[in-house]
């Protein structure tokens, strides 16, 4: 069955870097486009970054671009996301997500359990 | 950016009631939307894709339909299980945006 499967949260300085991952078992990786999608009791579901099913496209949520870097190892079924001068407002349940497509366009059809990034002094 | 609205934001209902959920874009997203399930501590689960197309293994009791900017999830017969937060999204275009969601509770 599809998994997917976060890691890498925890509680971060304002300012500080963090990377998050995301392995995916139970399908063809390098066949979908991958997503984050973060989530806040304030803000609802948002948005993050998506990359393309080979990785050569990528976008981003105009609240991270320029400071946040989505990237893959379909060696490896891993997609990672990368922010750097975290903020209060990063802070969120982050979810990586399947599209069900290979560039993006569609529904998420296959989540994972997210995993809780705190930025805080 | 296309915003979505969803209404109500909650909503009490008995075993078996039938339940219909609204949202609204801010322009037109023909048919590209689709409607997620979230109970708590869990991540959202794709019901419906493209307005009214079922994903494989969800109840029949869950339809959607509508077009342009205006679209609706009902829920025929209302059951227990059913107790979560419904989320509405557009992926019209980027960035895919996301209703605020309506709670459904018995």
């Known amino acids: 069955q599809v998994q997917l499967v976060e890691s890498g949260g925890g509680v971060v300085q304002p300012g500080e870097s963090l990377r998050l991952s995301c392995v995916g078992s139970g399908f063809a990786f390098t066949n979908f486009a991958m997503h984050w999608v973060r989530q806040t009791p304030a803000k609802g579901l948002e948005w993050v970054a998506v990359i393309s099913y080979s990785g050569a496209n990528t976008n981003y949520a105009e609240s991270v671009k320029g400071r946040s870097i989505i990237s893959r190892d379909n060696t490896k079924n891993t997609m990672s996301l990368q922010i750097k001068s975290l903020r209060h407002e990063d802070t969120a349940v982050y979810y990586c997500?399947?599209?069900?497509?290979?560039?993006?366009?569609?529904?998420?059809?296959?989540w994972g359990q997210g995993v809780l990034v705190t930025v805080s002094s | 950016d296309i915003q979505m609205t969803q209404s109500p934001s909650a909503l009490s209902a008995s075993v078996g009631d039938r339940v219909t959920i609204t949202c609204r874009a801010s322009q037109h997203v023909h048919v590209w939307l689709a409607w997620y399930q979230q109970k708590p501590g869990r991540a959202p689960y794709l019901l419906i894709s493209?307005?009214?197309n079922l994903e494989t293994g969800v109840p029949s009791r869950f339809s959607g339909s509508g077009s342009a900017t205006e679209f609706t999830l009902t829920i025929s017969s209302l059951q227990p299980d059913d107790c979560a937060t419904y989320f509405c999204q557009q992926y019209n275009s980027y960035p895919p945006t996301f209703g605020g969601g309506t709670k459904v509770e018995i």
């Open positions: 997500a399947r599209s069900s497509d290979q560039v993006g366009g569609e529904p998420f059809d296959y």
């Open positions: 493209q307005a009214s």
